[in-house]
Nanobody
Framework: QVQLVESGGGLVQPGGSLRLSCVAS????????MRWYRQAPGKERELVAF????????NYADSVKGRFTISRDNAENTVYLQMNSLKPEDTAVYYC??????WGQGTQVTVST
């Protein structure tokens, strides 16, 4: 069955960096585009970044452009989200998603002093 397992979240100070990972299994990873979403307390889940199946096409929410980078390693069935210059408003649970159906369990990112 399809599984998506995120990791790499944690507590970081403003201006710091984190790299999130999402390891996929149960499907042919290289055939699917992948997305990262986030959900802050009291807010709706929002799309953060998209990457095509080959990695040749990426898109970002305006709020993270220039600070976050999505990438993938199809040999390792993993999609990454490199987050730099983190701000308190980046605090959220971050999820990876395949298509419209499959979500990971999420990883908490907290940006605070």
């Amino acid at each position: 069955q399809v599984q998506l397992v995120e990791s790499g979240g944690g507590l970081v100070q403003p201006g710091g960096s984190l790299r999130l990972s999402c390891v996929a299994s149960g499907f042919t990873f290289s055939s699917y585009a992948m997305r990262w979403y986030r959900q802050a307390p009291g807010k709706e889940r929002e799309l953060v970044a998209f990457i095509s199946n080959t990695g040749g096409n990426t898109n970002y929410a305006d709020s993270v452009k220039g600070r976050f980078t999505i990438s993938r390693d199809n040999a390792e069935n993993t999609v990454y989200l490199q987050m730099n210059s983190l701000k308190p408003e980046d605090t959220a649970v971050y999820y990876c998603r395949r298509g419209l159906t499959y979500w990971g369990q999420g990883t908490q990112v907290t940006v605070s002093t």
